[in-house]
């Protein structure tokens, strides 16, 4: 006799593999590209490519790894271990610091090896990320969700552009989603739609599912965790209902070897990273409950547009301004909320909908804190890597697949009722309510001022510091002398990665000169306890070679 999760997969098989025609297919996502590079990198396009994205600040960081890999992968003196890029001098292991993003940087290190500036390549790969997270997502909304040709553009602009990726585009190691994306669809197959046999379902998918998560993991910690998060909520979530469980269990009775072969490949491809991120975490020490409070959800975090061009005003509500941080921006808009609730609400008798609507309140609940109180605080003492998490609020970005699906739902609901017009004016509307004004530097002039201290650091020098008098945000220093490492050839002590080793008393450097006293005694503290002679270390201040005078206590 048939089981229920039989019979579903019965019923959906004789479903087609794509609701739109291959012409119109390919033309949605052309449209879509062509969107979502103008929505997402117009500041860089409209400057001729002279300006990069964003501030030169963390931008600059997750830059210098990839080109730090880059040359890694060449070979060059300097880098060739991996994990120890040329910061922090002498301490290694510091990649494992933050985000590896080995996997993500591959494209930039083949636009690198083809001659491009490390400028040009990584605005090469800006571009190659947009586009591929739109084809990517176009796949998912037609090959997966089966979505009309309307409602697959609009859930694509919607995943790719939505209004807080943009507000986090200083934090690259987040934009990249094909992994993500492909985790979603292994999870369809792997539960069964019914547009693939068996044999497909049962071992293709699994496999896809370990190498995508395994990837993931080599390019980013936080959407990893967030995605192992939102896979054991939805989980939870489908146990709450009768034909979840039918189907999870029906899904684990068929196929759990496949399912046991995969998570044994995830280990094996991630283990070597996980005892690298451990060693890092002995070395910096794990992030404090009361040190990340301030960065989980307030309630009002959720609908929090920040400098939205539609919603931008409203920041100056008083519920608004008593968010501590930008990275509170968290909300999608108002229309496009309401739109997505109302998706849910045409689709609450499917699994999937009544799936999603209990991961995302789990999300919420778990993660949302309410008068001092969360129940963040019991995952970050009892789950593995939780309380390597500062930015609980960047939760959203495994929100953003619900939105995008319901949202497509209500598309879709239009678009098959032969109401196209309307479906393209509401999806333009939502989607033009994620537009978000973003800045950029000048690459020339931030390359002049790193060659400026590159020229500054005298060759027999064998590390060096690098301290400014004033400066529009106290890390500037750090980036720049991480590219002066790039440049000089040599390691620096600065580091701009977002961990420290322990007793690192230099992140904050000297923005006044009266301060340049208490910076010497650190640097000289720094020497003393790493084996380093003042003498060898090259301290440029404001691009200026500096002496460090001998201390007190340790003689002419």
Not at 11 to 35: H, I, M, Q
Not at 229 to 254: D, K
Not at 276 to 284: C, D, G, I, K
Not at 326 to 349: C, D, N, P, S, Y
Request: hydrophobic letters at 50%; glycine letters at 8%.
């Amino acid at each position: 006799m048939a089981t229920e999760s039989d019979r579903l997969t019965q019923v959906t098989s004789r479903r087609p593999k794509s609701a739109t025609p291959p012409r119109l297919e390919l033309a949605s996502v052309f449209a879509a590209t062509v969107v979502a590079l103008v929505m997402v990198h117009w500041v860089m396009l409209r400057s001729g490519f002279r300006l990069v994205q964003d501030s030169p600040y963390d931008t600059r960081g997750n830059h210098f790894v990839m080109e730090h890999e880059y040359r890694w992968m060449r070979g060059d003196p300097g880098h060739k271990s991996l994990f120890d890029p040329p910061v922090f001098y002498p301490i290694r292991g510091t990649l494992t610091y933050g985000d590896v993003l080995l996997s993500y940087a591959l494209p930039y290190a083949a636009v690198r090896a083809l001659g491009a500036s490390p400028e040009s390549a990584y605005q090469a790969w800006l571009i190659f990320t947009t586009v591929v997270n739109v084809v990517a997502a176009s796949l998912f909304f037609h090959r997966v969700v089966r979505a009309p040709p309307i409602a697959a553009t609009v859930g694509t602009l919607l995943f790719c552009v939505v209004g807080p990726r943009l507000h986090q585009f200083d934090h690259p190691q987040l934009y990249p989603q094909v992994f993500l994306l492909l985790v979603a669809a292994s999870v369809v197959r792997i539960l069964g739609d019914g547009a693939r046999p068996d044999a497909q379902r049962f071992t293709i998918w699994p496999a896809v599912l370990a190498v995508a998560l395994a990837l993931q993991a080599w390019g980013g910690f936080y959407l990893l965790f967030f995605t192992l998060l939102a896979l054991f909520l939805g989980i939870v979530a489908g146990m709450a209902t009768r034909v979840g469980r039918a189907m999870i269990s029906g899904t684990i009775r068929r196929c759990w070897p496949s399912l046991v072969t995969a998570g044994a490949l995830f280990v094996v491809l991630v283990a070597p990273l996980a005892l690298r991120y451990r060693e890092a975490l002995v070395q910096v020490g794990g992030r404090s409950y009361a040190g990340i409070v301030y960065l989980l959800p307030r309630p009002q975090s959720w609908f929090y547009p920040g400098a939205s061009w539609l919603w931008g005003w409203t920041t100056e509500f008083p519920i608004f301004r008593e968010l501590p941080s930008g990275e509170h921006v968290m909300g999608f808009g108002v229309l496009t909320i309401l739109i997505g609730l109302a998706g849910l609400w045409l689709k609450r008798q499917e699994p999937i909908a009544q799936w999603l609507v209990i991961m995302v309140g789990l999300i919420v609940i778990l993660s949302t804190v309410v008068a001092g109180h969360s129940l963040w605080r019991l995952m970050h003492l009892v789950v593995p890597g939780a309380n390597a998490i500062r930015a609980v609020a960047r939760i959203w970005l495994v929100c953003v697949v619900p939105l995008a699906l319901a949202v497509a739902a209500v598309i879709g609901r239009l678009e098959r009722r032969g109401y196209a017009v309307a479906a393209v004016l509401l999806g333009a509307l939502c989607v033009g309510e994620q537009l978000y004004p973003k800045g950029g530097y000048d690459k020339v002039q931030v390359r002049a001022e790193v060659e400026r201290i590159t020229h500054a650091i005298p060759p027999t020098a064998r590390t060096f510091f690098v301290s400014v008098s004033h400066a529009e945000w106290e890390f500037r220093p750090h980036y720049d002398a991480m590219w002066a490492a790039l440049e000089a050839g040599l390691p620096t002590i600065n580091g701009g990665l977002p961990n420290y080793p322990r007793g690192y008393d230099l992140i904050t450097v000297a923005q006044v000169d009266l301060e340049l006293a208490e910076d010497e005694r650190r640097l000289r503290t720094w020497c003393e306890k790493n084996g380093l002679s003042p003498a060898e270390v090259a301290w440029v201040h404001d691009e200026k070679l500096r002496p460090i005078k001998p201390g007190p206590d340790t003689g002419p």
